[in-house]
């Protein structure tokens, strides 16, 4: 008869490392991405025009377009951007927005706006003679901006003042006038019709976009303390309309240049 006792250590070790291997073999594996490929598929005219997707998309259409059709005002002429410091619709958008800026920052903090700037560039249309639409808000403001209210010492004031005098653009401004001389140099500088005062504070709109420095604006970043009025600029321009029957045309000069 063979003795297979001298067998038994060996066999313990195959039985031990059989089953440490049976068990890693059952334990969750851990996936790992080690490539990433793509390619583009065409949108043909044939996908963009079936009739499926058309009918689908038609009943969402036709809701947004009775929004966005819907006439709020009436514009007698076309108010455009031409002009060198200042334009009829920029004129108005500062105006408008400093008075809604106003109403709603004596409601919560008991105190007036005194300025409005904004910038040219965030007007991206014009509002044309005829009919008046919400349309029309989205084509000018077709931004997420919020309306912004910068505490400003009057020494940042001033800069706001060199900056216009240096970028010869029509920024929307409200509630500051002053005229450039022939060093350009600003003079006869009033705020609220007062003589400005270096070390006032001021209260100035705007929109976040320049208030974190857009347009190089840097001077909205001494501001001494921000207020958020939670309040979209396209909104001031949507409540002003359905506020008014007819839109006014304003040409009155805000910065005057000596010849």
């Not at 089953?19 to 890693?24: D, S």
């Not at 910038?119 to 014009?126: F, K, L, P, V």
Request: charged letters at 25%.
């Amino acid at each position: 008869m063979v003795n297979l006792k001298k067998y038994t250590p060996i066999l313990h070790y195959f039985v031990l490392i059989l089953t440490v291997a049976t068990f890693w073999s059952c334990a969750e594996k851990k996936l790992y991405v080690n490539k990433v490929e793509g390619k583009q598929i065409p949108v043909t005219q044939a996908l963009a025009t079936t009739t499926a997707i058309e009918e689908y998309i038609a009943p969402y259409r036709e809701h947004i377009d009775a929004d966005l059709n819907s006439i709020l005002a009436i514009a007698t002429e076309n108010i455009d951007k031409k002009g060198t410091y200042q334009t009829k619709i920029g004129n108005l958008q500062s105006d408008i927005t400093l008075a809604s800026a106003t109403k709603l920052f004596m409601m919560r903090e008991k105190k007036s706006v005194d300025i409005c700037l904004l910038n040219n560039g965030g007007i991206r249309s014009i509002i044309n003679k005829g009919n008046v639409t919400t349309r029309t808000a989205f084509e000018l403001m077709p931004f997420e901006n919020s309306l912004i209210v910068a505490a400003l010492k009057g020494e940042q004031i001033l800069e706001m003042i060199d900056y216009l005098i240096k970028e010869k653009k029509p920024h929307p401004l409200a509630g500051l006038t002053f005229t450039i001389d022939k060093n350009d140099v600003a003079k006869n500088i009033l705020i609220q019709k007062q003589p400005l005062d270096p070390q006032k504070t001021y209260y100035v709109a705007t929109n976040d976009y320049l208030y974190n420095g857009g347009d190089s604006m840097n001077f909205f970043q001494k501001a001494t303390k921000m207020y958020d009025l939670d309040y979209k600029l396209r909104n001031v321009w949507i409540d002003y309309f359905k506020a008014v029957d007819t839109i006014p045309v304003l040409t009155d000069i805000r910065i005057a240049k000596e010849n």
